[in-house]
């Protein structure tokens, strides 16, 4: 006797373990303990930039820090490097970003195809946060953002960071910010995309760029 099916056994469990619960009980009567950590040790704000660019590194990112005067520059060059001809520019984004470029900008209005996604060089957006102890970028769909499928088709996306207002230290932290964009699905990136096959051999870009580029942007007391 097999004693039923899978489904059948774990439901039975279930079941089990329920059977000293009142009937009348709601989730809510029982509030969860949440007395873990917000964050794991003290840190300076140079601290918690130190980790977040050693994290990203970590990742295989691409790690720029630069002032906002010195951003155009920094953004133009990189794409230069690049050699990128196309690049993507989400709405809201900052025109002065851009102003060095010598590239094709293009806007998602009307909104771009996959196809001409896959057609793009490169994507420059900002970002909603950015995580020091775990490394991670947080997109929100919010201005400079763009919807998800933007950071996710091109090869190449250069993420902007402003370290004096987007820069948490713990997930908890940054799940109370980002509390009132619930409703807008949000982005967690942690490096360039990448998978391996049962060999472990590593292949990257399968599922968002293959190559991220986090620029720490400190903001010039002149331009706020």
Aim: proline content about 6%; glycine content about 8%.
């Amino acid at each position: 006797m097999n004693g039923g099916t899978s489904r059948e056994r774990i439901l039975g469990r279930v079941r089990r373990a329920l059977t000293d619960v009142p009937r009348d009980e709601r989730p809510e009567d029982r509030p969860v303990v949440r007395d873990y950590l917000r964050t794991h040790g003290e840190r300076t704000t140079s601290e918690s930039l130190d980790l977040l660019a050693e994290n990203l590194a970590d990742y295989r990112a691409l790690v720029h820090r630069v002032t906002a005067t010195d951003l155009s520059a920094l953004l133009a060059r990189l794409l230069a490097e690049r050699g990128a001809r196309r690049v993507v520019a989400p709405a809201g984004l900052p025109g002065e970003w851009l102003a060095d470029a010598a590239v094709d900008i293009l806007s998602d209005a009307p909104v771009l195809t996959a196809h001409e996604l896959d057609e793009v060089d490169s994507v420059v957006t900002g970002c909603a946060l950015a995580i020091a102890e775990t490394g991670t970028l947080v997109l929100g769909g919010g201005p400079g953002q763009g919807r998800r499928a933007l950071t996710l088709v091109p090869d190449h996306h250069l993420c902007v960071v402003r370290t004096v207002d987007q820069v948490v230290d713990s997930v908890p932290q940054a799940l109370e910010r980002l509390a009132p964009a619930a409703a807008r699905p949000l982005t967690w990136i942690s490096g360039p995309s990448a998978t391996s096959d049962i060999e472990l051999d590593r292949v990257e870009g399968v599922h968002g760029p293959r190559t991220l580029e986090v620029i720490l942007l400190a903001e010039d007391p002149r331009s706020v």
